[in-house]
Structure formats: C-alpha cells, structure tokens
C-alpha cells in the first residue's frame, strides 16, 4: 500500500512538503509520483520520478515544485514552494512498475487535501 503523509492548508506564497511511503511487500517500483484532483475535474499528473532520477513535471508547477525519492525507504517526496490558490486539490500518490514516466502505476494511496488560500 501507498501512504501519504503532510498535506493542509497554507496561504499563497507558502510551502508543503507531502511524503508518501511503500509498504506492504511493494518493491522495485520505477515510477513514483502524484497526481492531483479538484472536483468535477480529472486527476492530472503532477510530478513523476523514475528510481533512476528521471522526472516530470506538469507545466503549471514547473519551477515550483520538486519531486525526489529514496529508493532504500520507497519514499516519494514533492516540495511544493510558492504555493497557489490553484494548487488546491485533493493529492494522490502513485507508484509502479511500468517504464514509461506518464502513465499512472497500479498503487494508489488515499488523498491527501492541500489547501491554499489567498
């Protein structure tokens, strides 16, 4: 399973640090990354890392957001800095196996809510 931790509410301009774990047996993923999702809209990718250091990111938070992980801990991190009210939305790590740095992996944790006000 996919646990995230280190979503809530700041105001604009503000920084998150939200932290999302492996567990469970889950090993030798090669994406990890997080999705974010407003309502009546579809969950888009955020950012996305390979276990080898690849990433990707959504135009909108290029420049603010930087996404790492420890491979050892199967942690995925995303520093969310200069955060806008835009930026709201529930956020949902994934993780798996698949190569391509795109696609969503088959492991979803719960979302974690990142409110941002003005």
């Known amino acids: 399973q996919l646990q995230a931790f280190g979503g809530g509410l700041v105001q604009a301009g503000g920084s998150l640090r939200p932290s999302c774990a492996a567990s469970?047996?889950?090993?030798?993923?090669?994406?990890m990354g997080w999705y974010r999702q407003t309502r009546g809209q579809t969950r888009e990718l955020v950012a996305a890392v390979t276990s080898g250091g690849r990433t990707n990111y959504v135009d909108s938070v290029k420049g603010r957001f930087t996404i790492s992980r420890d491979n050892a801990k199967n942690t995925v991190y995303l520093q969310m800095n200069d955060l806008k009210p835009e930026d709201t939305a529930v956020y949902y790590c994934?993780?798996?196996?698949?190569?391509?740095?795109?696609?969503?992996?088959?492991?979803w944790g719960k979302g974690t809510q990142v409110t941002v006000s003005s």
């Open positions: 469970g047996g889950i090993v030798s993923l090669n994406v």
């Open positions: 994934n993780a798996g196996h698949h190569s391509y740095i795109g696609f969503a992996g088959g492991y």
